[in-house]
């Protein structure tokens, strides 16, 4: 993501950047590399992805807007095989408030 920032964990990449004037707090993508078995292994993988960040959404939105920032991620995966739901979750969970932490400046 081009003017983005990136947080690297083993088998997921977050990349995320600021973006101006958008409908919603927080925009996010999902992807899989080829590594990842075939078609049905890598659309399983996402759709774990999906639904473990509709569960932090809300959460993750609400920091946005106390920090008045709206910003746009893509979640990669990188690993070989789909990984259980709660790791999915977990991993996710981690990456993103690692990037907000580290890239989000509250409002004064």
Not at 26 to 36: C, D, L, M, Q, S
Request: glycine share 8%; proline share 3%; with cysteine.
């Amino acid at each position: 993501m081009a003017g983005g920032y990136s947080e690297r964990r083993r088998l997921l990449v977050v990349q995320g950047r600021n973006r101006q004037a958008a409908r919603d707090t927080a925009g996010e993508g999902f992807t899989t590399t080829k590594k990842v078995g075939g078609s049905v292994v890598r659309n399983r993988a996402r759709r774990r992805m999906r639904e473990a960040f509709r569960l932090n959404k809300l959460r993750w939105q609400e920091t946005l807007r106390a920090a008045n920032v709206q910003c746009a991620w893509l979640v990669v995966y990188q690993g070989r095989t789909c990984p259980p739901f709660e790791l999915t979750q977990q991993k996710i969970s981690r990456s993103i408030d690692r990037w907000i932490l580290e890239h989000v400046q509250p409002a004064h």
